[in-house]
């Protein structure tokens, strides 16, 4: 094999490796594709150092249209930027890299249409799998999203939501609603009356789920949530809706809750920069448990969510064909107590 010379210009082809092996075409394929058909290992050996002195690089297009599928999986996300997708990501990452593939990232930028539009352009690579990690939008906006993820089913690829399901998808849910439940009776204990709640536009089931049980579990522990202002899942729409808020003479041992951690994050930067005290005058509490929340002062008051785990369960649930619902542990959730809201009097 000393000899090999690649060819002079040109990518190097599948017929190219299987000439200066000296094996056939199909048994070059069968080695360099991912065939399940055994290959004599003395034929494996000279196709694959062929393969690597030329250079040669399979054509995934190819591969997925003999196979039905390709070896990607594909992740949508609403925010790149947003620590919750980046930390998510790391866990699909983690999981793809043990199953020997390859995760494409996508951003929904929060548009419902845009999401259909990027799952329709996804359908064409005909990935293994297709992760929806995005915020679920509910109602009219998010129309044609089904057929889509129809289709893109019945071409082989296996659809994972992250959070509650639809249609046949698998999901991977968090209890929203639940945790955010255990955070409203926490904060309660700690002695606090009145709460304001920044949220996302309604529809929004993360939001919605979240806003419920904090509401819930607040209201039993003998606290008031006595406004919600829909914003959105940025820090700048929290700083938004906090600044608004904070002109309003928003009183001294009012706790603010932001639907995410970024949000709260926004709403803090807005205290201080109103002159107030994030804390002692105004607590703040948020979900996600990011790791900016524990780095800032004074740290946030929030809910852990194992986010990385969330992720490399989401690609399992993408490529494991024996990978059932009613047999996964669910996610556990804490709720984690910092300075943002010192117990009150």
Do not use: F, M, Q, S
């Given at each position: 094999m000393s000899d090999i010379i690649a060819p002079a210009r040109g990518a190097a082809t599948l017929h190219d490796v299987a000439r200066v092996a000296g094996v056939s075409l199909a048994t070059a394929s069968r080695v360099l594709n991912g065939s399940t058909r055994k290959v004599a290992e003395s034929y494996r050996e000279r196709v694959e150092a062929a393969a690597e002195k030329l250079g040669y690089t399979a054509n995934l297009s190819a591969q997925a249209t003999a196979r039905g599928t390709s070896a990607i999986v594909a992740l949508l996300v609403a925010d790149i930027a947003d620590p919750y997708f980046g930390q998510l990501a790391s866990g699909v990452a983690r999981g793809a890299d043990e199953a020997g593939l390859v995760v494409t990232i996508a951003i929904t930028e929060r548009d419902p249409q845009r999401e259909v539009k990027l799952v329709h352009a996804l359908r064409g690579q005909r990935p293994r799998g297709l992760i929806l990690a995005a915020s679920r939008v509910e109602g009219p906006d998010a129309v044609g999203l089904q057929g889509e993820l129809d289709a893109f089913s019945h071409t082989g690829g296996r659809v994972v939501v992250v959070g509650p399901g639809g249609g046949g998808a698998r999901s991977v849910a968090v209890d929203n609603r639940g945790g955010a439940a255990a955070l409203g009776v926490e904060l309660g204990r700690l002695g606090y009356r009145d709460a304001i709640v920044v949220a996302a536009s309604e529809g929004i089931r993360t939001s919605d789920d979240r806003l419920d049980g904090f509401t819930e579990g607040f209201a039993s522990a003998g606290g008031t949530v006595r406004e919600v202002h829909r914003a959105g899942f940025t820090r700048d729409a929290g700083y938004a809706a906090a600044s608004e808020l904070l002109e309003n003479d928003t009183a001294p041992g009012t706790l603010i809750f932001g639907v995410c951690d970024v949000v709260a994050i926004g709403v803090m930067s807005a205290v201080r920069d109103a002159g107030r005290q994030v804390g002692a005058d105004v607590a703040v509490a948020g979900f996600d448990d990011i790791a900016t929340g524990r780095d800032i002062r004074p740290g946030l008051t929030t809910v852990r969510v194992p986010l990385e785990d969330l992720g490399y369960h989401a690609l399992r649930?993408?490529?494991?064909?024996?990978?059932?619902?009613?047999?996964?542990?669910?996610?556990?959730?804490?709720?984690?107590?910092?300075a943002s809201t010192p117990p009150r009097s």
């Open positions: 649930a993408a490529t494991d064909a024996e990978w059932e619902a009613a047999d996964e542990p669910p996610l556990p959730l804490e709720v984690i107590v910092r």
